[in-house]
Structures are given as structure tokens and as C-alpha cells.
């Protein structure tokens, strides 16, 4: 048997699209007579799966993993450092497509992915050109050897149809799996593997090739009247993998919408007090690759003057109600945006709030929810970890209690992302993408005009006290991180006491507040970053997880010594952890009381 590696095409007037292939994995053939499922592939699965068929057995052998739960690069590295030969993934119809797979139940009747799909992507973890690490990819960087990047795959990896894997199951042997790793493809009985049935072998050939190509940002500024020297950053990236009609294209059509208001705003006599920037970036499904290297190439001028970054990465994916990833110190700006915009496919005069508040909100604070933290998996990841700015990420999503509750919209980066599966699925009035135009526009517009920058530094104090309840144990010490924590909210109180009676009559004072609010962000960046292997992992205390570069996780560093068990270095990175926060607190202060 041999797969296709092709996806059925439903419209024949469609644009080819490239075959499902896994970028950065190498070319070459590799076959076993062992295969083993290691379910999402996340580093707890392999261990798990060690335990179970011992380690020795995965030695030269190929692993399948379904999609879903940790970024797909990640899923490949942990098959390759468990002893792998290769790795395939797969999308589960459990995750991808819940309501069963005949014909009237998956694409095109329906927006769940059919028999044939298959997801492409990147497997590349670090973000910008792989060649020129940290610094600018230009014309005079020296460029490394590919033979010496560490953390590109050394494997190779293939995606495949659920279809395809269907196939592969029946030939699967060893014990059943527990039910938490159990997908729903019929007739298949999950099992961890081992031999092959039938005295079979399976192999992966691979065709990929590294090549070197150049790719283009576009950059427009809008002058600053007041404060030219602040930016407030509006960024999309253009390229997808296949026809992208939600990743990138939703994102690309809403920055463009918002470019086009906001000029016409100028042409009628609008103009900003700080300077807006629009940025298409090029090569995001590359890995990151057009915003990182523009921000490495003007790191040093960014970093002193970006007020926040507005991430307009396929914003619309649903259109139930919007979900918000964002530094703390924007949720009260972010909140009060949601207010002034209307929702879509919702009764007349229901915000977006409302909306929020009906649909996901915290039932503790009786506040809509917002994810705090970035990870890397699109543009903002520059701007959180090397300029240190405010940043934001949101998107219309749909409800997942009608989907199954999937994570992600199922077709993502397949070929059957066309501009009508986005009309008949997903928006079909397209009131979605104006909605989401009209908040992410007055965010912007908000952060470009108020006097005082609309940061709540409170609100980092409540996070560290969030991140802190997630890791605390009792045989771990954490008092001096505690009581960093408690200084840092005396620190933050008063600083907003002192913002009161401000008088925004004399720029010099609003300049000086505002610069302090600046500050605070960029005093949790650490040059170092987290060693010699992740040297732009710089944000101290929200930074992409290591076994999921999706995701960010808090206080990473604590978190990492925990799970490594060495006390000594526990007890370091706590350490470390509090410099970082007493440094933040001390930009907080009085000019001439910050060693107070």
C-alpha cells in the first residue's frame, strides 16, 4: 500500500495548491518494521509510551502522532529525541471532524475535514531565518552551516488523510491504549504498537529540500503629530500555506480595512498623536520568519519606541464571540474597546462586551476572560520577547460546545480553506470580519490617542499572583518570590495613586508617566535569555513553552527547575525570578526614589 499524499480537490476551478509536506524536515527515506502511536506527541505521551514499550524499542523506529493539543514541530523533535527514525501525523476525526466522517458530515456539506485532508505547517522551533540566529538575516550576517542547526528536524516527517492512517492502524500490534488516547477512526482499534502485523514494514520518503529565498515585508507609517517617536503597531502576515482564506487572508483583508479607514480618516484631517504603523509581514508559516527579522534588523529603535503590538493573525475563525490573548496591563483598555463595538450575528445594540460576558468570562472576577501571555506561533513573538512592548492577539472563534468541542477550526491549513467554505461555514455575511476590524481599529486608535497611555499595572501584580498559585508546592520555599509579589502591588498602588493628580496640561509630566509605563513591560526582559539553546527567550515571566511553542507559559524558568527536581537550581531561578520583579517595581517609583 502507498499513500497518495494528495488531497481530494471538491472544486476543479480552485487554484493548485502545494501537497501536504512538513517544512524543514529533511529529504531522504527511512523504513521500520516498528511503529508506534505516541497520541498528541507531547513530551508526558513519549514518556508515557517509553514506560510502557520500553525505550529500546522506539530505537530506528516510526512514530504517528494526531494533531491537535502542541505545535507540530515540537511532535516531530520529541519523536526524534525518543530514538525515532521517523514521524507522521495525522488528523484525528475526533478533533477534526466530531460528527461522524461520511460524505453530508465533512467538507465540502460541512466545514469538518474529510477523509483526504491533511494539515501542512512548519516544524522549525526557533523563529526567524534558522541561519542568522538573534541577529538580522541581511546581506552582511554571517550565515551558519545548515549541518550545524540544532533544532531543525533530523527526521524525516510526513502528514497524511485520516483516511491514510486508517490503513496504517490495521496494521498496528500490542496492547490497547486508555481511552484518553483513543481517536475515533473506525474499525480501528488504537493500540500502542511494536512489530507490524503480516511480517510488513512501513516507510517514509521524503522530497523535501532546503532552499534559500527572499521574502518582503511592507511597511507604512503614519506620522505622529505629538509623539512621532511612540508606535502603535498594527501587524498580518499575507502568506499561507494553500489558498489560507482564513490563515492569513482574513487576517490580511482586516488589516487592510482598517489601513483604508484610517487613511481616509487622514485624508479628512485626522491625525495621530503617536505614529501608526501597518506591517504585512512575509514568511509567517515559515517560522516566524518576516517580523522577527525585521525586529532583529531595528531591535534598537523598536524597543525604545513601540507602545503595543496589534497581532492580526486569521482573526476570524467562527463567529460566536472573540477570545483575546494580551499582556495584563491592556485587559482594562482591551474591555473597554469590546464596549464600543458592536457584535456580530448577535440582537441590535449587543456589544461585543456582552456578548464576552455571556459567552467567556471568569465567574470569580465576573470580567471576561483574557489569556495572558504570548507564545511564539505568530507575530507578536518578536515584539514580546526582543522589543518588550504591550502586546495583543485576538480572534472571532466559534463555540465550541456546537463543534465538539474542538480546539481549532478543522480545516486549518489544508486545501479546502477557500473564500466559500469561509461564506457558507464560517462568516457568511462577512459581519465577523468588520466586526473584528471595528475592535482591533479602536483598540489601536485608543492606544494612539489617549494622554495618558491606558496601561493598568495592577494587573501584573494580580498575574504574578495567578502564576504563582500554579506552581506553588509545599516542599518548594517560595517567600522571597511572595514577597517580591507583595512589594511589587504597594509598588503598582502607588503608582496609580500618584497618576491622579497628573496634570495633563504639561507634556513633560505625561511623558515622563507614560515613559515609566513603557519601562515596566521591558524590565522583564532578560538579555541573557534562557541560556545558550534560547537566547531569545527573553521575557522572564511569559515565554513560549519549551515542549509547545504555541503556548506561552509563566514563570517558565521556575517551572522548568520544578520539573527537572535539581533544588539547587530551583532555588536559582526563584532567585532570579525576583531580581527581575524588583527591578520592574523599582521603574514604578519616584525618579528619585527607586532604591527606596
Not at 67 to 81: D, E, L
Not at 134 to 146: A, C, F, L, V
Request: glycine fraction near 8%; charge should be negative; hydrophobic fraction near 35%.
Amino acid at each position: 500500500m502507498q499513500t497518495t499524499g494528495i488531497e481530494k480537490i471538491y472544486n476543479p476551478k480552485q487554484p493548485k495548491t502545494v501537497n501536504p509536506f512538513l517544512a524543514y524536515t529533511p529529504n531522504g527515506t527511512v523504513s521500520s518494521t516498528k511503529l508506534f502511536y505516541a497520541n498528541y506527541g507531547r513530551l508526558g505521551d513519549l514518556r508515557k509510551l517509553t514506560s510502557i514499550v520500553g525505550n529500546e524499542s522506539l530505537q530506528g523506529s516510526i512514530i504517528i502522532m494526531r494533531y491537535g493539543s502542541i505545535y507540530r514541530g515540537n511532535k516531530v523533535m520529541h519523536a526524534q529525541y525518543f530514538g525515532a527514525a521517523g514521524a507522521i501525523l495525522y488528523n484525528d476525526p475526533r478533533d477534526y471532524a466530531p460528527f461522524e466522517t461520511s460524505p453530508d458530515q465533512v467538507y465540502d456539506k460541512t466545514w469538518y475535514m474529510p477523509p483526504s485532508g491533511a494539515q501542512r505547517g512548519s516544524t522549525k522551533i526557533p523563529r526567524g531565518d534558522p541561519l542568522t540566529p538573534i541577529y538580522p538575516s541581511t546581506d552582511y550576517m554571517y550565515r551558519m552551516k545548515e549541518e550545524n542547526l540544532k533544532f531543525l528536524p533530523k527526521i524525516p516527517a510526513q502528514p497524511i488523510s485520516y483516511s491514510e492512517a486508517q490503513l496504517i492502524f490495521q496494521y498496528m500490534q500490542g496492547d490497547e491504549v486508555t481511552a484518553d488516547w483513543r481517536g475515533t477512526l473506525s474499525n480501528v482499534t488504537y493500540r500502542y504498537g511494536g512489530e507490524l502485523a503480516y511480517s510488513t514494514s512501513i516507510e517514509i520518503k521524503s522530497y523535501n529540500r532546503l532552499e534559500r529565498k527572499d521574502t518582503y515585508n511592507v511597511i507604512g507609517i503614519m506620522k505622529g503629530e505629538i509623539e512621532p517617536d511612540r508606535y502603535v503597531v498594527f501587524g498580518n502576515h499575507r502568506d499561507a500555506w494553500s489558498l489560507g482564506a482564513v490563515d492569513s487572508v482574513s487576517g490580511t483583508v482586516t488589516l487592510l480595512e482598517i489601513t483604508q479607514v484610517i487613511g481616509q480618516m487622514y485624508k479628512d484631517g485626522f491625525r495621530p498623536r503617536r505614529s501608526l504603523m501597518f506591517c504585512s509581514w512575509g514568511a509567517e508559516e515559515y517560522g516566524i520568519i518576516g517580523s522577527t527579522e525585521y525586529v532583529e534588523e531595528y531591535v534598537k529603535v523598536l524597543g525604545a519606541r513601540v507602545v503595543s503590538y496589534l497581532n492580526i493573525d486569521a482573526p476570524v475563525q467562527g463567529n460566536y464571540t472573540i477570545h483575546v490573548k494580551a499582556s495584563p496591563m491592556l485587559f482594562d483598555i482591551i474591555v473597554e474597546a469590546s464596549k464600543m463595538v458592536l457584535s456580530a450575528y448577535d440582537p441590535p445594540n449587543q456589544t461585543i462586551y456582552d456578548k464576552w460576558m455571556k459567552s467567556h468570562w471568569n465567574n470569580i472576577t465576573n470580567e471576561p476572560k483574557i489569556r495572558y501571555g504570548l507564545g511564539s506561533g505568530s507575530d507578536y513573538y518578536a515584539f514580546n520577547q526582543l522589543v518588550g512592548s504591550s502586546n495583543f492577539d485576538a480572534a472571532y472563534q466559534f463555540n465550541p460546545a456546537d463543534h465538539g468541542n474542538i480546539d481549532t477550526y478543522p480545516l486549518y491549513h489544508t486545501s479546502y480553506e477557500t473564500f466559500s467554505m469561509v461564506k457558507n461555514f464560517i462568516d457568511p455575511d462577512f459581519t465577523a470580519h468588520r466586526t473584528i476590524a471595528q475592535f482591533i481599529g479602536v483598540l489601536g486608535l485608543i492606544l494612539c490617542e489617549t494622554n495618558i497611555l491606558p496601561f493598568n499595572v495592577m494587573r501584573y501584580a494580580i498575574a504574578f499572583k495567578q502564576l504563582l498559585n500554579k506552581i506553588e508546592q509545599n516542599n518548594i520555599d517560595f517567600a522571597i518570590l511572595r514577597n517580591a509579589i507583595n512589594d511589587f502591588e504597594k509598588a503598582a498602588n502607588d503608582f496609580v495613586t500618584r497618576s491622579k493628580p497628573l496634570n495633563i496640561e504639561n507634556p513633560y509630566e505625561i511623558r515622563a508617566y507614560n515613559d515609566q509605563l513603557l519601562q515596566l513591560e521591558r524590565a522583564f526582559l532578560n538579555p541573557l535569555g534562557q541560556g545558550l539553546d534560547y537566547p531569545d527567550y527573553k521575557h522572564v515571566i511569559f515565554v513560549p513553552a519549551k515542549t509547545n511553542q504555541y503556548s506561552a507559559s509563566g514563570f517558565p524558568t521556575i517551572s522548568d527547575a520544578i520539573v527537572g527536581g535539581n533544588q539547587t537550581e530551583i532555588n536559582q531561578e526563584i532567585a532570579i525570578i525576583v531580581y527581575f520583579i524588583r527591578g520592574a517595581l523599582s521603574t514604578l517609583k519616584e525618579f528619585d526614589k527607586f532604591m527606596a
